[in-house]
């Protein structure tokens, strides 16, 4: 009988030279699991959050409250993908407590778990999530003005899907 043969190994979407507790600026975005619309609607270009679109902003309001260090410059919960312009300032050592990575985690799996007990939603979440590092003044611009202008191009947005 032949052996399966094993998963193959992820490639991890992050800098393997790059340090991602280093306090900076990031981009992030991740999105619904299979891209499903389910946070909020867009109307007139603005948005109008769904009861889980309210816990996954509500989990991002929890996850500053616990970690004085983050900051959040903008945020924006799309239907089907949350943007946000997240800061992780520096600690008592030069370096954030926690890293990139298990902020977005840790704010995904609050709102996974409160989604769960709530409104018995399963699965919100794709794995992963999509990030740049915020390098000057310039691309901050860019960021911002992304995320604010994201909700009146909903109708041109790559991950656009009628509902």
């Known amino acids: 009988m032949a052996r399966p043969s ?17 306090p900076r600026l990031y981009f992030v975005t991740f999105c ?8 909020s609607r867009i109307a007139d270009g603005r948005v109008h959050l769904t009861p889980l679109g309210v816990i996954v902003d509500d989990a991002l309001t929890a996850l500053r409250r616990r970690h ?4 959040v ?9 949350v ?3 997240l800061w992780l ?10 890293s990139l990575s298990a902020i977005v985690g840790e704010w995904k799996a609050k709102a996974s778990s409160t989604a769960r007990r709530r ?24 960021y911002l003005a992304y995320i604010e202008g994201n909700p009146g191009s909903w109708e041109e947005d790559s991950l656009h899907r009628a509902y």
């Open 6 to 22: 094993p998963a193959p190994k992820r490639r991890s979407p992050r800098l393997p030279w790059f340090d991602y507790r280093q």
């Open 32 to 39: 619904t699991h299979r891209k499903r619309c389910t946070l």
């Open 68 to 71: 004085r260090w983050l900051g």
């Open 73 to 81: 410059w903008a945020h924006v919960v799309m239907p089907n993908h």
């Open 83 to 85: 943007h946000a312009l």
């Open 89 to 98: 300032q520096p600690g008592p050592d030069g370096r954030a407590p926690r």
């Open 119 to 142: 409104l018995g939603v399963s699965r919100i979440w794709q794995r992963s999530f999509h990030e740049r590092i915020v390098r000057d003044e310039v691309q901050l611009q860019v």
